[in-house]
């Protein structure tokens, strides 16, 4: 860390520029209630303390900039009002919104913000760059969807399917990923490295209106020309880069920002492929470099300079190619993930260039996922083929250590020596063997303050802290809900019906067997679910066969219906008590399940 050049001011100088105005205060409500507080972090002024990373620091300072920024001629940035940008560009009746944030509130705070100083400008276009929730959840913030609204081909399976299949458990570890329950001060959360938080305002969602389906599909949007570049299975399932060739500017999406991303979210998702992502980089360079005098990205500030831009692109394909090369070497000798993310070190001109840290993303999580993408999660070791669950062997190893006198005091020996990694892991079998252990829950909470407060990714920190919150007080349940009321309708049939057969009791419906035929007057369209063997089977435009009820409704009846609403005025043939049968099965999933204890 010493070696880092913290004197070198350009990113800061880059930040700054083109400032046109703020926010003031910045601070978003609805209701009533504070949904985005930039003020919150006015500690970030302040020298760096003790209890943070110096370099997650200053990106802390980075990130907390907030206003309209000028991009380039026509092209203006709204930043630090919610976890990503929000970009708009200028054309010929109004301006197109490119990534309208992640709630409803802020984004009308940013296009207030823009309309006050360029004036009350229409929004012409909108542009979904991927299908990650902080870049369209804020959409009706700026239109009510009759303008075109653009997205890369499988915008909405993987906008939709994300969010929903595994949105309870992904939205319960996000509370420690951007620790939303942790005080904002230097001892609490200073961000997460690719933005401060995400805010806490109205998810929406409107279907996009055109697809781009290629690589140099060329769009003109109110006047602007655009040339896109597909880029699927980068930082999102389905996402895309563009280039505004008359203005010589390229919008990188989230494939290039300033930090080290994640391949695998520590949210959870699915594992990203480090190969293909920076191949589409390398692809970026060679079709738009030579066309683009800035390049600008959802999230962080622009880098301007043909010069520049060549070497942040490249250095940022390097990265990932050279975490999932080495990676792939050392798996072939026979490391394990954990062993490679140990060994793994980073090239020393990249260790240098400051984007490339890991505030958001690492390098030990990243080479994990690398690992679990092409292995899984078993190393191959018989050992680890068949071992007890957490609690059962936290119980063992504490007898094998003396009890929890020993175990406490093994722990403490280890903090002190300063090996707080593995008093961690002791502490955490302690806890795992008697929740009710408070002794043991203090110092695990000690211990993952401290790891948090040396932590250089932000979201490292956050997870550490809010461990340490949880086993001294109580369970923060998810402030942000994905699921929202549009994210639900947008599903598929096919998706409702998938969302519905996780729920399933399995053992609860081991006996049960029952068909039901639901026929949507509003889609034409039959379904039929089947419950046999505690799973539910799904198909459409089934055989003719006889069933135990067929329900003719519409998808919003539907979703009604699965919801717990009352099946009043829904045409039937057949008996009802099917339904109740199979509603009777369907477990909800807990928010505020526990992580750091039992």
């Not at 920002?257 to 970026?284: K, M, P």
Request: a negative charge; glycine letters at 8%.
């Amino acid at each position: 860390m010493a070696d880092l050049p913290f004197d070198d001011q350009a990113d800061f100088e880059a930040a700054d520029r083109g400032f046109v105005a703020a926010l003031s205060p910045a601070t978003v409500r609805s209701d009533g209630r504070v949904v985005w507080d930039s003020e919150s972090y006015s500690f970030l002024a302040q020298e760096c303390p003790d209890t943070a990373h110096p370099s997650l620091w200053r990106q802390g300072q980075l990130c907390v900039k907030q206003g309209l920024y000028e991009v380039s001629d026509g092209i203006y940035q709204v930043r630090g009002l919610d976890l990503s940008n929000m970009t708009l560009i200028e054309g010929e009746r109004g301006v197109i919104v490119v990534d309208p944030l992640l709630s409803v509130e802020c984004a009308a705070a940013g296009l207030g913000l823009y309309r006050d100083q360029r004036g009350d400008r229409p929004v012409t276009a909108v542009i979904y760059t991927h299908s990650h929730a902080d870049h369209f959840g804020g959409v009706r913030g700026v239109t009510d969807g009759s303008v075109p609204i653009l997205a890369p081909a499988g915008f909405m399976h993987h906008a939709v399917s994300e969010n929903v299949y595994a949105g309870t458990a992904m939205n319960r570890r996000a509370t420690y990923m951007y620790g939303p329950a942790l005080p904002r001060s230097p001892e609490g959360q200073i961000g997460t490295g690719l933005g401060m938080t995400t805010s806490t305002g109205t998810i929406s969602l409107i279907p996009p209106s055109k697809d781009i389906t290629r690589t140099g599909q060329e769009e003109t949007l109110d006047g602007v020309r655009i040339v896109f570049q597909l880029t699927p299975g980068t930082e999102a399932p389905a996402e895309m880069n563009f280039l505004i060739p008359d203005r010589r500017a390229l919008c990188m999406a989230e494939n290039a920002t300033h930090n080290q991303h994640n391949i695998l979210t520590l949210r959870g998702a699915l594992v990203r492929d480090a190969r293909v992502w920076s191949r589409y980089l390398t692809e970026a360079i060679a079709l738009f470099a030579d066309q683009a005098d800035v390049v600008f990205a959802s999230h962080h500030w622009p880098t301007w300079g043909h010069e520049k831009i060549v070497r942040f692109l490249s250095q940022q394909r390097d990265m990932y190619a050279y975490m999932h090369d080495q990676t792939m070497r050392m798996l072939n000798k026979g490391m394990t993930g954990t062993e490679i993310a140990e060994a793994m070190r980073m090239p020393p001109a990249l260790e240098q260039a400051w984007h490339t840290h890991g505030y958001y993303g690492s390098v030990s999580h990243n080479v994990k996922a690398i690992y679990q993408r092409y292995l899984g999660w078993f190393d191959g070791n018989p050992a680890h083929l068949w071992e007890h669950p957490p609690i059962e062997q936290a119980r063992r190893y504490v007898e094998c250590m003396g009890g929890r006198e020993g175990v406490l005091a093994f722990a403490r020996r280890y903090i002190d020596d300063g090996d707080l990694r593995f008093a961690a892991s002791l502490l955490n079998h302690a806890v795992f063997a008697d929740e009710h252990d408070r002794q043991a829950r203090s110092m695990l909470a000690e211990v993952y303050t401290r790891l948090g407060h040396g932590a250089e990714n932000g979201t490292w920190r956050n997870f550490y802290l809010v461990g340490a919150l949880e086993l001294t007080g109580d369970v923060v349940p998810a402030d942000l809900d994905t699921t929202s009321p549009e994210l639900v309708a947008a599903l598929t049939v096919e998706q409702v019906f998938d969302s519905l057969a996780i729920r399933v009791d399995g053992p609860k419906a081991w006996k049960e067997s029952l068909a039901i035929d639901w026929l949507l007057t509003d889609l034409s369209q039959r379904h039929r679910t089947t419950l046999s063997n505690g799973a539910l089977i799904h198909q459409a435009d089934p055989p003719p066969q006889r069933v135990d009820l067929t329900l003719t409704l519409t998808k919003r009846q539907l979703l009604g219906l699965l919801t717990g609403q009352s099946a009043d005025g829904i045409e039937h043939e057949g008996d009802m008590n099917v339904l109740r049968r199979l509603t009777a099965v369907l477990e909800g999933p807990d928010p505020a399940f526990a992580i750091v204890t039992p």
